[in-house]
């Protein structure tokens, strides 16, 4: 059986007070009120990465993550943070080719791919995020699309480590716009992400890797979203900084 997880992804916000404060509110929550076989993951900022694993502390439910990591081993890379740096923290995921990542800081495949290697080498489990652009869709090319951002940095992987990975799909038109994709739009583009990674390692390893759907997710429509067969949870952005909102989403799984 595959995991389902639901990943709060908390980008560029909060102060630290303000990480404290929402990771504690969830985390009461969570305890009380989810009983299912879900895991939680917050996506926080590098500063509060420390802080916010202290607090949830050893949860065996919830998980912190960081939102991104360097190609590079180790060295001169001013303000870059290694996956080396978060394995030494004991964080057990890194979300990676997130949209704005691709988008504003020009991150491609083969750059992607290289960080997935470091992640896995040092045992981090990458988030890793495909998605197509608004422009893509009207065209009608998103699946050709989406497949090529998959085989692109995860293709060369062993099935042992793809295993490890976690697929987020993120069609980036939905991502901030509260458009969300139809519940029929999400499991289709998961089903031919399943499909694509049997095609090359077979079925039964497809058939676990969780894969997360992304953009506008929220309490209202997280229930009709995560019912998908192909759905195994949300990577969840705007509506992870309220903790109520995303407890309500937790419990939507
Ligand atoms: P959103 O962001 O939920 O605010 O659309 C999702 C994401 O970017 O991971």
Same mark, same amino acid.
């Given at each position: 059986m595959r995991k389902k997880i639901v990943a709060g992804n908390w980008k560029?916000?909060?102060? =630290? !007070? %303000?990480?404290? *404060?929402l990771a504690s509110e969830v985390l009461a929550m969570v305890n009380d009120e989810v009983k299912g076989d879900v895991k939680v993951i917050f996506c926080t900022p590098f500063p509060y990465l420390q802080s916010v694993k202290t607090i949830v502390g050893n949860n065996n439910r919830i998980s912190v993550a960081a !939102?991104?990591?360097?190609?590079?081993?180790? &060295?001169? #890379? *001013? +303000?870059e943070t290694s996956a080396a740096m978060l394995k030494s923290m004991d964080i057990p995921y890194v979300i990676l080719g997130h949209s704005e990542r691709r988008q504003y800081f020009g991150e491609d495949g083969k750059l992607l791919a290289k960080k997935v290697d470091v992640a896995l080498k040092n045992g981090l489990a990458p988030i890793f995020c495909c998605g197509e652009v608004l422009e893509i869709r009207e065209k009608g090319t998103h699946e050709q699309l989406v497949k090529q951002q998959v085989e692109e940095s995860l293709f060369h992987l062993s099935a042992d480590d793809l295993k490890k990975v976690v697929v987020a799909y993120e069609p980036v038109w939905a991502i901030g716009t509260g458009k969300t994709a139809t519940a029929q739009q999400a499991q289709e583009m998961h089903a @031919? /992400?399943?499909?694509?990674?049997? +095609?090359? #390692? &077979?079925?039964? *390893?497809?058939? %676990? /890797? *969780?894969i997360l759907y992304g953009g506008s997710v929220n309490a209202a429509n997280a229930k009709e979203l995560f019912a998908n067969p192909d759905v195994d949870g +949300? =990577? @969840? +952005? &705007?509506a992870s900084l309220k903790s109520r909102e995303f407890t309500e989403i937790v419990k939507s799984i």
């Amino acid at each position: 059986m595959r995991k389902k997880i639901v990943a709060g992804n908390w980008k560029m916000n909060k102060t =630290l !007070q %303000e990480a404290n *404060t929402l990771a504690s509110e969830v985390l009461a929550m969570v305890n009380d009120e989810v009983k299912g076989d879900v895991k939680v993951i917050f996506c926080t900022p590098f500063p509060y990465l420390q802080s916010v694993k202290t607090i949830v502390g050893n949860n065996n439910r919830i998980s912190v993550a960081a !939102q991104n990591c360097s190609e590079h081993e180790s &060295g001169a #890379y *001013t +303000g870059e943070t290694s996956a080396a740096m978060l394995k030494s923290m004991d964080i057990p995921y890194v979300i990676l080719g997130h949209s704005e990542r691709r988008q504003y800081f020009g991150e491609d495949g083969k750059l992607l791919a290289k960080k997935v290697d470091v992640a896995l080498k040092n045992g981090l489990a990458p988030i890793f995020c495909c998605g197509e652009v608004l422009e893509i869709r009207e065209k009608g090319t998103h699946e050709q699309l989406v497949k090529q951002q998959v085989e692109e940095s995860l293709f060369h992987l062993s099935a042992d480590d793809l295993k490890k990975v976690v697929v987020a799909y993120e069609p980036v038109w939905a991502i901030g716009t509260g458009k969300t994709a139809t519940a029929q739009q999400a499991q289709e583009m998961h089903a @031919v /992400i399943r499909k694509h990674i049997a +095609g090359k #390692y &077979g079925q039964p *390893t497809a058939d %676990e /890797i *969780t894969i997360l759907y992304g953009g506008s997710v929220n309490a209202a429509n997280a229930k009709e979203l995560f019912a998908n067969p192909d759905v195994d949870g +949300g =990577l @969840v +952005g &705007g509506a992870s900084l309220k903790s109520r909102e995303f407890t309500e989403i937790v419990k939507s799984i």
